[in-house]
């Protein structure tokens, strides 16, 4: 009987909220149901361990209490138009109503809000203007926190970069990037899409950069110079800034009416060099911010014996030249007239008795007589048809006449053709029955 008033019914969960994952935006249902609570016991539910208060805290948040018989109580705990803020760890419990202590536990459910990350995102940012040449410098892409995590990539000129890439967080993609000449004016891009969304990309940039370095220089001339006649050396250079100003020395020195430079410095003008001049050092210095380079050439002047050989020789050549193409052109001409000869010939053996052949020749040399028997006809043939008129009788008038009677007589009709040209010729002979 003591147990009857003072023991406490065992609490039993029939029905535990459960992980989700739901799109945001949409609304979404947790449930339990508890078996064994006496009246001095109530549910309640905990988001993250802090109890909620339903409409007091957010009023997209509703609670509902039911009792289900013979199984027990049931709550329900309803999120409305679900943001990115309710994410978490959900849990029914059991409080005393005496005490306000939690005296049993539900398991607890992960909340998970899918979505992409705010329009702002990706952000990206790195040190772009006045880089060094061989510094090491910071790029960073950083996006929002998201379910499902968003790609990040990086590209250098619409490439993409994997060395000196890596995730400081699942948010954040950070470069390393040691710089180079190649670097300046790269532009680096950064990347983000959502399993949500997978054809749709953000981008932010950095750059373009600006790297800056001292003048590399190439001196361009013509090599062997040419006594007597002008030469130009072109001082060319690449730098980041541009280069500031150019300087020329000359070892051993020219007289100053024997060159001249350019309002840029950057052209050095020889007006007649000579054969003394040879062997002499230029060197060309070009100075910007960073620095200063320098280029020594030494110039090489061709000697006048070696050019008039060189002269020589090049006449011959080009009279040798000359000959060569005429002898070609002869001999291009006898086979020209050789060939058209050969066709020529060919067109009058081969093509004309050919022509004749199909023009004239008879394929269909069989015919068949007015008794039924095959005869062969000949290209020529002749077809004799013949006629007896007597004198007293009736006269066939579709014959001439006996010469000079009036009377029509006995006669031969002969009839040549000759296929396939269709010619066709007639002839008649008088017969004198009353000689035969």
Known sequence: M????????????????????????????????????DNQQNLAWLKDGVLIRTQEDDNRITIGYSNIIKIGKLTTLTLNNLLKSDRGRYQCVVISTETNSIEERSLEATLTVLSQPSSIYPLCSGHEDNIAIGSVITISCISERVEPPVNLTIS???NIVKNGVSFVENEKLQMLLKTRKEDNRAIFTCHQTSPLAPESESTCSIGPLDVQYKP????????????????????????????????????????????????????????????????????CTAVN????????????????NILKSNEQNGKLRNQNSGNNMTGKKVSLDVIIVIAAGVVIIIVLVVLVPVYHYCLCGNDNTIIVDSLGKKVTQPEVYYETREGVILRHTVQDRSLPRVPTTEVYGHWRHSTASQVPNDLESHSYTYIDTEND
């Open 2 to 37: 003591f147990c009857l008033h003072h023991c406490k019914a065992t609490i039993e969960f029939k029905d535990q909220p459960s992980d989700a994952r739901v799109d945001l935006g949409k609304d979404h249902t947790f449930s339990c149901i508890v078996n064994g609570m």
């Open 156 to 158: 250098r000129n619409m």
């Open 216 to 283: 590399e220089i190439q001196l361009q001339y013509t090599n062997p110079v040419i006594p007597e006649r002008e030469t130009i050396l072109f001082c060319q250079t690449s730098s980041n800034p541009p280069v500031g100003t150019y300087n020329w020395k000359i070892e051993p020195n020219f007289a100053k009416s024997d060159y001249s430079i350019d309002e840029t410095g950057q052209v050095l003008k020889l007006i007649k060099p000579s054969i003394v001049h040879n062997g002499t050092n230029i060197t």
């Open 289 to 304: 911010k960073i620095g200063k380079s320098s280029s020594t050439v030494t110039i090489l002047v061709e000697s006048p």
